[in-house]
């Protein structure tokens, strides 16, 4: 039997959610959701560890994270989420800038990107948590620089991995996209989320 909830879609004990993560995409999927809650900068060392596969690094990651915001809380449960994203063995980071947006989308013409999206989340009040790894495959098409420049001027995509936004004009760039979530490749697997918060007591409709 899961626990009573408030109003408010949060569990009558008072269980506070705290999202272990500044990142603007990831805060305003978390509210599409509904349900209060706060934000915390984990201020987690992210470099790989020697012969770390990009599952086990995310999945190391959005742990670690949602572990150093939950040793400041209590009563709470804290989500962590880690993301990398694959272009056969190359990494790809956030531009930063446009010109270097530009530069990795031509790089991605034609090309397959995997991304590996982590979530962790640790009840305070528990013994332990639980975490998923989701995954998407995203097909870039054939893309022309004039395009590629066209595209990046209007929707700049300069702290985004592989330097586009899924959510806005960069749907226009794939032929497909395999996944279980269209979340994820944002940065946060609701479908996944909301059912541990269902676990953890928290109303969702």
Known sequence: MSPPVSPSGAPATGLKLVLASTSTYRRQLLERLGIPFTVAASNVDEEPLPGESAVDLVQRLARAKAEAVARRHTNSLIIGSDQLALCGRDVLGKPGSGERAVA????LSNQRVVFHTAVHVINTNATQGEGHVDLTTVHFRQLS???????VARDKPYDCAGGFKVETLGITLFNRIESQDPTALIGLPLIWLAGALRRNGFELP
């Open 104 to 107: 990795q989308l031509k790089s």
């Open 145 to 151: 620089e004039e395009e590629i420049k066209r595209y």
